[in-house]
Nanobody
Framework: QVQLVESGGGLVQAGGSLRLSCAAS????????MHWFRQAPGKEREFVAI????????YYSDSVKGRFTISRDNAKNTVYLQMNSLNPEDTAVYYC???????????????WGQGTQVTVSS
């Protein structure tokens, strides 16, 4: 069992930055592929970014590529999402997730966090 707790969300102006953190419980954090997803009001949950076990492989959705960076610190059981050049279309609840397969597919996720709200004002 893995428990995930996100933090770092908030209100930011367009063009600003935020860094989300996701702290994981348990001693097997390094064995999980970690994801970030987001869900805007009235829309389906969408993939944002993924990072493999050791942090050497990442993949991003086209909508955030070049603006967002996913990273992880296995010693701290934490995954991060650095978000730069934010725009109102990035407004959503952001979810951290853990799984065993390097794929952006939500159905392959084993554990989800509760989410943190990110609101970008214009």
């Amino acid at each position: 069992q893995v428990q995930l707790v996100e933090s770092g969300g908030g209100l930011v102006q367009a063009g600003g930055s935020l860094r989300l953190s996701c702290a994981a419980s348990g001693r097997t954090f390094s064995s999980y592929v970690m994801h970030w997803f987001r869900q805007a009001p009235g829309k389906e949950r969408e993939f944002v970014a993924i990072i493999n076990w050791g942090g050497g492989r990442t993949y991003y959705s086209d909508s955030v590529k070049g603006r967002f960076t996913i990273s992880r610190d296995n010693a701290k059981n934490t995954v991060y999402l650095q978000m730069n050049s934010l725009n109102p279309e990035d407004t959503a609840v952001y979810y951290c997730a853990a799984g065993g397969v390097f794929t952006p597919t939500p159905s392959e996720v084993d554990y989800w966090g509760q989410g943190t709200q990110v609101t970008v004002s214009s």
